[in-house]
């Protein structure tokens, strides 16, 4: 089993592919524009998750199996793409303010029941800023944490299962990281009144659900297999993957993750127009097609550990122009390969 991450001396891909696209089809400009119809459709899904747990809270605890198939098949979906809501209003896409895409994603947490959307903005734009050093980048698991669970698949399986108290392990480490102040209050207060008032008014049942929901669709489901698309990797030469399979219609383009972080300024609904625009950029990449195999590959085959990603060194971030004929940042067209 590798013990570490693999070691690049280079600045990540997408500085110098972004450059490359706008310069080859600056009509991609058009694309970088805020979608406020965003907004309502976060209000819809607080709205639908909120209705759920008032029906389950009227048929009580006795239907907890029924909660668990919906929040698996339903629940799982809506409050993954509010994570994709929360994560385009962190790249101010949805409104014209700053204050106004805030407001939007600690909306868009409620039914997520933990106060998360204020913490992932701030080490969500330094994974942007800082792919892949350890100690700015929360994407990258803990070197301890990596140790632990190994390539054994029930540890993989349980990692994932607990994957958000994993990543509420990483921010510690980081550097130049203020996770706290005003806005990570308002967050906090909010969640909270969402909580208690699911409690009193629907029961025990209806925060069940809600619960559920949040426990899917972020850990041991087809659309918890995002955090292993994104970034795991074990071919040096490519350390970002985009999804290309059907469940982006539910999860708001979230699979085009090569796209969004060349160009983190177009929104969830332009993506796979950038990808139309400029194919000689992405047409040669890996890509995957399907989240539920990339959960059980990850899960089954040994050779896919948290180990599996790429980490920058000390020394890296080669200035750009030494990095033209580098493969780890830009390759010419050559075979589609499907993952």
Not at 75 to 93: C, K, Q
């Amino acid at each position: 089993m590798r013990a570490a991450f693999l070691q690049s001396d280079l600045e990540h891909p997408h500085v110098f592919r972004a450059r490359a696209i706008v310069k080859a089809h600056p009509e991609v400009r058009r694309l970088m524009v805020r979608n406020p119809w965003t907004a309502l459709i976060a209000l819809a899904i607080v709205v639908l998750q909120t209705v759920l747990a008032w029906w389950f809270g009227k048929l009580g605890l006795s239907y907890w199996w029924l909660s668990l198939l919906v929040a698996y098949a339903v629940g799982a979906f809506a409050d993954h793409a509010n994570y994709v809501i929360i994560h385009d209003a962190t790249h101010n896409l949805i409104l014209r303010r700053k204050t106004w895409n805030i407001l939007v994603a600690i909306l868009a947490d409620l039914p997520n029941l933990t106060a998360g959307a204020m913490g992932f903005r701030v080490y969500h734009l330094k994974h942007h800023s800082h792919q892949g050093d350890y100690e700015h980048d929360a994407d990258l698991a803990n070197l301890w944490e990596a140790r632990l669970v190994g390539n054994k698949w029930y540890r993989k399986a349980l990692w994932l299962m607990f994957f958000p108290i994993f990543q509420l392990t990483r921010p510690p480490r980081l550097k130049a990281i203020t996770m706290r102040d005003r806005w990570f209050v308002l967050n906090l207060v909010c969640a909270a009144t969402y909580d208690i008032a699911v409690i009193y008014f629907f029961g025990w049942a209806g925060f069940l659900y809600l619960a559920l929901s949040s426990f899917f669709s972020i850990g041991l489901h087809p659309v918890g297999a995002r955090w292993i698309q994104e970034h795991y990797t074990n071919d040096p030469n490519q350390e970002t993957y985009s999804y290309y399979g059907p469940i982006n219609r539910l999860c708001l383009n979230m699979g085009y993750h090569n796209e969004h972080h060349d160009l983190p300024s177009i929104p969830w609904n332009n993506l796979p127009r950038l990808k139309a625009i400029a194919p000689e950029f992405y047409d040669n990449l890996n890509f995957h097609s399907s989240w539920t195999r990339l959960l059980l590959q990850f899960i089954f085959e040994k050779r896919y550990t948290l180990f599996s990603r790429i980490e920058r060194t000390k020394a890296g971030a080669q200035p750009l122009s030494e990095c033209r004929s580098k493969p780890a940042l830009y390759r010419e067209p050559e075979v589609v390969t499907i993952s």
